[in-house]
């Protein structure tokens, strides 16, 4: 007999849900059964609203009744919230079939970034990244991604006039172009003019540098932010931090970024993880500044976070200053990534399936 730990931790198929279709198909489905065409705009409201069936009053039990033999409304519901003294919000959404994911909502004067999960727990394993611990359950499909927008745009929408949520990061769990498709139809969805119309200039993803992947990005017609965790300017050092640099190295992930970059004209960004495991020391610095040079970039550095599970250390707060002035004298464009959310464990490298120990 299958045990209730296999159900939830092996990918299954579950019925989609409303959130995961585009506007054509769920017309092309609606106006295939004989409606008109005014009840395909009620029902892709009800789904941009986040809406299960039972509170879309203006639809037709004859429609709801039609959508649900083969949908379900939502993919993801709200599980548990917890606040932060910086005010960022971090969630704990529910799946329909038993997994929990995690989701952060940070609010900034320019708008609010929401932080989004693309894969339950990851396999890439980062030294410092929450996200790896436990490995990789599933990918999460374009309707469980879309979901998290959709349930956190309601949770903090109090003016319907306009949207709580202007930016989202890919950089919740998982590694977004290890689920390149679905990650690349939720770019289509959440994009769209017809639903919560997110510019592509308002999404950033972050990768490690799965190289295939950055250029099937470039040429998708998604000009979002590329965000490469960089961590480490040589294959030496970046393969203590991230086992994938095994696989791809590191001048094949600079040539897809500069690749990425030619197709989109977008600012690369690069990330970097300020540890104490020998990334921030002065030679260091200089091997960066050689590897960005004349590269339209932008350099993030980022004060670890603490992990149980990963024995890394942080960089210190002198290591950190110095690390910055060096890159800044070189006229490199940097900054210190503000904290947001590392109390309840919500900060960069501190997401994970934190749920999954109970569901084992």
């Given at each position: 007999m299958t045990s209730e730990k296999t159900n939830i931790n092996t990918e299954k198929n579950i019925k989609e849900s409303l959130q995961g279709l585009t506007f054509d198909k769920l017309s092309s489905f609606i106006l295939g059964e004989g409606f008109p065409k005014y009840r395909v705009e009620q029902v892709y409201k009800m789904i941009m609203q986040g809406k299960d069936y039972d509170e879309a009053t203006n639809i037709p039990l004859e429609i709801k009744n039609m959508l649900s033999k083969k949908y379900?409304?939502?993919?993801?519901?709200l599980e548990s919230e917890f606040s932060?003294?910086?005010?960022?919000?971090?969630?704990l959404y529910r799946l329909n079939d038993g997994n929990v994911i995690e989701g952060v909502f940070m609010p900034h004067d320019y708008g609010n970034t929401l932080c989004v999960s693309t894969q339950i727990g990851c396999r890439m394993n980062c030294s410092f990244c929450a996200s790896g611990i436990g490995g990789l359950v599933r990918n999460l499909t374009a309707d469980e991604i879309v979901g998290q927008v959709l349930l956190a745009e309601r949770l903090n929408n109090t003016d319907t006039s306009k949207r709580a949520i202007s930016n989202i990061v890919l950089m919740g769990s998982g590694e977004p172009l290890d689920n390149y498709e679905n990650v690349v139809k939720f770019l289509s969805i959440i994009t769209s003019p017809k639903g919560i119309n997110i510019s592509p200039r308002n999404i950033s993803l972050s990768t490690v540098g799965l190289t295939d992947g950055i250029r099937r990005l470039a040429t998708s017609g998604y000009s979002v932010t590329l965000?490469?965790?960089?961590?480490?300017?040589?294959?030496?050092?970046?393969?203590?931090?991230?086992?994938?640099?095994?696989?791809?190295?590191l001048t094949e992930v600079m040539e897809?970024?500069?690749?990425?970059?030619?197709?989109?004209?977008?600012?690369?960004?690069f990330?970097?993880?300020?540890?104490?495991?020998?990334?921030?020391?002065?030679?260091?610095?200089?091997e960066l500044i050689n590897l960005l040079k004349g590269i339209p970039c932008h350099v993030n550095l980022i004060p670890l976070n603490i992990v149980d599970g990963k024995k890394i250390g942080k960089?210190?707060?002198?290591?950190?200053?110095?690390?910055?002035?060096?890159?800044?004298?070189?006229?490199?464009?940097v900054t210190i990534r503000r904290s947001l959310g590392d109390d309840i464990e919500g900060a960069c490298g501190q997401l994970r399936h934190s749920r999954l120990a109970e569901q084992k």
């Open positions: 379900n409304a939502i993919s993801v519901s932060s003294k910086s005010g960022a919000k971090k969630y965000a490469i965790s960089l961590h480490a300017p040589t294959d030496e050092k970046r393969k203590k931090l991230i086992p994938i640099s095994n696989k791809y190295k897809a970024a500069k690749f990425y970059f030619e197709k989109t004209k977008r600012r690369l960004i990330e970097y993880a300020l540890t104490s495991d020998g990334n921030t020391d002065q030679a260091t610095a200089r960089a210190s707060a002198k290591q950190s200053t110095d690390f910055l002035d060096t890159l800044k004298k070189a006229s490199l464009s």
